[in-house]
């Protein structure tokens, strides 16, 4: 596999997951001319250029053709099937440690294993900033899985790091939007709740970059450069929609993902350049193709 100044030149990737964030990192590799190969539950691959393995990442004997393959690096992009407690050990610990097995008894190995992980594991409320060396004290049962499959990660036989994703938005994923347009959005009473989040282009975008660093971190978060509270974000939406603000509620609404400020200084540092640094460029575009 070389790596050039921007990313990979050439070279057999396994992407695990091809779902809103692996399919669109697939057509970004398969563009650079890499050799990409999608695993996944689906009977079809996502897009005729990639080959595919249909395979379940919680099934180990439906990943034995992996170790027949020999892949230069490996995409974790999965997600769980159900976001109960269940659903998220089957992927991220069982399913993370079948794929590690079955990728260290191919030949070659891979020599990078890219993992998504999220800023779930992350139990800040009150709006601190944090970095990939902030305490992780995840309140939730995601986040301590995600923890989990992070010490799986550590223990692999290759270079491995983890991508800590804040909340994901993009083409098809207008919830938010939806809200503001119809009138059942409203502001939260009471401080600040800060969120983060990061468009789906650059989720991909990232990826694709860190693949082809050359000593890459362990860890690194995966938010934009903007981490807003909700109220700023619901009142541009309002603006650019033009329709009324939505009026304070009477409660806050519950801090399922906490309220804290995710730096995303080291993959910055890393050389990858966002294209939408802030929420305002992505539901800015967003709402002008609505």
């Not at 301590?144 to 800590?164: D, K, M, N, V, Y």
């Not at 450069?225 to 109220?231: E, G, I, K």
Request: glycine share 12%; proline share 7%.
């Amino acid at each position: 596999m070389e790596i050039g100044a921007t990313g990979l030149d050439e070279g057999r990737i396994l992407i695990a997951g091809c779902g809103y964030v692996g399919a669109e990192l697939a057509r970004r590799l398969v563009g650079d001319g890499v050799e990409v190969t999608g695993l996944g539950r689906r009977a079809e691959a996502p897009l005729e250029a990639i080959d595919w393995i249909r395979g379940d990442l919680a099934d180990r004997d439906s990943l034995t053709e992996l170790a027949t393959r020999g892949f230069d690096a490996a995409v974790f992009a999965a997600s769980p099937s159900s976001p109960d407690e269940t659903g998220y050990r089957r992927i991220f610990t069982e399913g993370l440690g079948n794929l590690i097995d079955a990728l260290a008894a191919a030949s070659p190995a891979p020599k990078r294993l890219l993992f998504t992980a999220s800023t779930a594991v992350y139990g800040q409320t009150d709006g601190e900033w944090v970095d990939e060396d902030s305490p992780t004290k995840p309140p939730r049962y995601n986040g301590r899985i995600l923890l989990q499959a992070e010490r799986l990660l550590e223990a692999a036989p290759f270079t491995t790091s983890s991508l800590r994703l804040g909340g994901i938005y993009g083409p098809g994923r207008t919830r938010l939007i939806d809200q503001v347009r119809r009138g059942d959005a409203s502001l939260d009473p009471g401080p600040p709740q800060f969120t983060n989040r990061i468009h789906r282009d650059d989720a991909a975008g990232a990826l694709r970059h860190l693949l082809g660093v050359e000593s890459p971190a362990s860890v690194y978060l995966g938010v934009d450069s903007d981490p807003a509270a909700r109220n700023e974000v619901t009142r541009f939406l309002a603006e650019r929609l033009g329709v009324p603000c939505p009026a304070v509620a009477d409660a806050p609404a519950p801090r399922r993902a906490g309220s804290k400020r995710c730096r995303n200084t080291r993959l910055l540092r890393s050389g990858y350049h966002f294209a939408y640094p802030s929420f305002r460029e992505g539901y800015g575009e967003m709402i002008e193709r609505l």
